[in-house]
């Protein structure tokens, strides 16, 4: 098993590149062989013309591994040599990231498990309805039943007030209809039937 590993770990060998997988091999392969092409058909001696295939190669994001890389950074030394300054010759790009952590990985334990700000607005609107609906409640308890035993008639009352202040008057006329009968039988009127009829208030004296 170790030998196979061995032997496909030979095969991602690229002009001393030693590469992790089939694809960047092929690609280091094809920037090798752009590499000879470009030595053979452009014979660039003068530094304009050395620029000029740089920065070319550069704009066309020709060569995609460090083969390619590796050969612009010797034209661009050539430029250097030649004359020209930092300021002069473009970058060569790297599209590749070499680090693999994620930002998140920066940040201490207690900065990734702090709460977000959204979070504790959520929550002390929350505890703030529980509260308001509570209160809420408490003050229409406390309505009913100061409305319930209020002396003055509301709706909620008001049928039990008129019903006691009915049977309170009934209970003073008949006191007040007793009072005059008396009277009356004192003053020596003796034929009240008329005026009394239908009343359940009877005298005292007279007979059943």
Same mark, same amino acid.
């Given at each position: 098993?170790?030998?196979?590993? +061995? =032997?496909?770990?030979?095969? &991602?060998?690229? %002009?001393?590149?030693?590469?992790?997988? %089939?694809?960047?091999? !092929?690609?280091?392969?094809?920037?090798?062989?752009?590499?000879?092409?470009?030595?053979?058909?452009? @014979?660039?001696?003068?530094?304009?013309?050395?620029?000029?295939?740089?920065?070319?190669?550069?704009?066309?994001?020709?060569? @995609?591994?460090?083969?390619?890389?590796?050969?612009?950074?010797?034209?661009?030394?050539?430029?250097?040599? *030649?004359?020209?300054?930092? $300021?002069?010759?473009?970058?060569?790009?790297?599209?590749?990231?070499?680090?693999?952590?994620?930002?998140?990985?920066?940040?201490?334990?207690?900065?990734?498990?702090?709460?977000?700000?959204?979070?504790?607005?959520? /929550? &002390?609107?929350?505890? &703030?309805?529980?509260?308001? #609906?509570?209160?809420?409640?408490?003050?229409?308890?406390?309505?009913?039943?100061? $409305? $319930?035993?209020?002396?003055? /008639?509301?709706?909620? #009352?008001?049928? *039990?007030?008129?019903?006691?202040? &009915?049977? =309170?008057?009934? !209970?003073?006329? +008949?006191?007040? %209809?007793?009072?005059?009968?008396? $009277?009356?039988?004192?003053?020596?009127?003796? /034929?009240?039937?008329?005026?009394?009829?239908?009343?359940?208030?009877?005298?005292?004296?007279?007979? /059943?």
């Amino acid at each position: 098993m170790a030998a196979d590993d +061995k =032997s496909s770990a030979d095969n &991602f060998i690229v %002009e001393g590149y030693q590469f992790t997988s %089939e694809a960047d091999t !092929q690609k280091a392969t094809m920037d090798a062989s752009k590499i000879k092409l470009l030595q053979s058909r452009v @014979k660039a001696s003068k530094p304009t013309d050395i620029k000029a295939v740089y920065e070319k190669a550069i704009e066309n994001k020709i060569f @995609k591994t460090p083969i390619g890389w590796g050969y612009l950074t010797g034209l661009r030394k050539k430029l250097l040599e *030649s004359g020209y300054g930092e $300021a002069d010759i473009i970058p060569i790009p790297v599209e590749i990231s070499f680090s693999r952590h994620s930002a998140l990985e920066n940040l201490s334990v207690k900065q990734r498990i702090k709460p977000s700000p959204a979070e504790k607005k959520v /929550d &002390f609107f929350k505890f &703030f309805s529980i509260i308001l #609906n509570v209160v809420l409640a408490i003050l229409v308890i406390i309505m009913f039943v100061v $409305a $319930a035993t209020a002396e003055n /008639d509301n709706i909620i #009352n008001y049928k *039990s007030n008129v019903t006691n202040r &009915f049977a =309170s008057w009934e !209970q003073d006329l +008949k006191e007040r %209809e007793k009072k005059v009968r008396e $009277a009356e039988k004192r003053l020596g009127i003796s /034929d009240t039937s008329s005026y009394y009829e239908g009343t359940e208030i009877k005298d005292d004296n007279q007979e /059943d």
